[in-house]
């Protein structure tokens, strides 16, 4: 068979036009997604089929969809339609007067933040779809996310996005060098900072880890341990907003495979998820935390790796202060790519139409 469904009754019993003319019955839930990756990271972007969501701010539409529509987060993230590691972006009516319009992430867990490849991603989406004037050299969007706005800028050569970068929310250190007791790795060293979400930043070596595929199952378990035992022993004020002042995850960070690049990522988040790609709002954390070191000036980029080797690219282009701290504002670049156009079916006499999931 071709790569390509014929409408040719004479070679194969149904035809390509009869399946997209079959309709589900009318008490199913249809969702219309178009799925991509960004450096390898899932992205499943959903464009109709999920409750329409109030509030004046992208924030709090997040609560009311925590509060009243989690039950289909769990149908699309989880198996058997998604998996432990599937990450979603819902399109939304912007918020903000800047805005062309607004997201909202979600994982396994619940609904996040922030989303640095999230952001990469529905920004391909969106321009490779048409649904919104592609113009080269760059096409520039605003976006309202739960964290703020940020402005993406799409790289297009000959009618394509080859690369999408962001202008982040402002990012910055809340704790350096801190100490924590985690069972079963003894004292940890880490930091901690936010680039759209809270991680507390951990060398790898100091858990006895190498970041690798291979490593995958013990990289979970230590980011979860760091995560478990820090929500144990502390808790976030977020100076802006008291719906950002969580510990979203761990990110362990190593030296690169390849001696061009500055360091590797790998990010456990949600519920055990590791995120394939290097992270945008970990790196956005990684650049607040070399500036304020002294050892990533302004203007100057960086490439940060990830579990796969695929990269993002990483700059402070200014400071600002969030509240009374010091902040950065991050430049994030990375790549994305479609993978598939999917109308999801939710039948509600399906015994597993909530999602079950293995972790």
């Known amino acids: ?92 009516p912007p918020v903000t007067p800047e805005a062309d319009f607004g997201v909202l992430f979600t994982h396994n867990e619940g609904f996040s933040t922030m989303c640095g490849h999230g952001i990469i991603g529905v920004t391909t989406v969106v321009l490779e779809l048409g649904l919104f004037p592609l113009r080269e050299p760059e096409t520039r969007l605003g976006i309202d996310t739960p964290a703020g706005f940020v402005e993406a800028r799409g790289v297009v050569v000959d009618g394509r996005v080859r690369s999408v970068s962001f202008t982040n929310v402002a990012s910055f250190v809340a704790d350096r060098d801190a100490r924590l007791a985690v069972p079963g790795f003894g004292e940890v060293r ?95 954390g990684r650049a607040a935390i070399h500036h304020a070191r002294g050892d990533l000036s302004t203007g100057r980029s ?8 695929t990269t993002f690219d990483v700059a402070v282009t200014g400071t600002t202060r969030v509240g009374s ?8 670049t990375g790549e994305a790519f479609l993978t598939g156009r999917n109308e999801i079916f939710i039948d509600p006499d399906d015994p597993l139409r909530g999602g079950f999931i293995f972790r």
């Open 325 to 332: 701290i010091p902040a950065v504002v991050p430049e994030v």
């Open 190 to 284: 880490y930091d901690l900072a936010f680039g759209g979400a809270y991680y507390a930043y951990v060398d790898a070596a100091d858990v006895g880890l190498e970041l690798v595929p291979d490593q995958y199952g013990r990289i979970i378990e230590a980011g979860r341990a760091v995560k478990e035992a820090f929500r144990g022993t502390r808790t976030i004020e977020h100076p802006g907003d008291p719906d950002l002042g969580f510990l979203y995850g761990t990110i362990f960070v190593a030296p690169p495979a390849d001696p061009a690049h500055h360091s590797r990522n790998v990010c456990v988040f949600a519920d055990g998820e590791v995120d394939r790609s290097p992270t945008g709002t970990g790196v956005s």
């Open 302 to 309: 960086i490439t940060i790796e990830s579990i796969l080797g």
């Open 1 to 92: 068979m071709g790569s390509r469904i014929k409408d040719d009754a004479t070679t194969m019993p149904y035809s390509y036009a009869s399946v997209l003319r079959w309709d589900p019955p009318e008490s199913w839930t249809r969702v219309l997604t178009v799925d991509a990756h960004t450096a390898g990271e899932p992205l499943r972007v959903i464009f109709s089929g999920f409750p329409e969501l109030s509030g004046e701010t992208i924030l709090a539409r997040r609560r009311e969809a925590r509060e009243r529509y989690d039950g289909i987060r769990r149908s699309l993230m989880w198996e058997p339609r998604g998996h432990a590691d599937m990450y979603g972006c819902v399109v939304l």
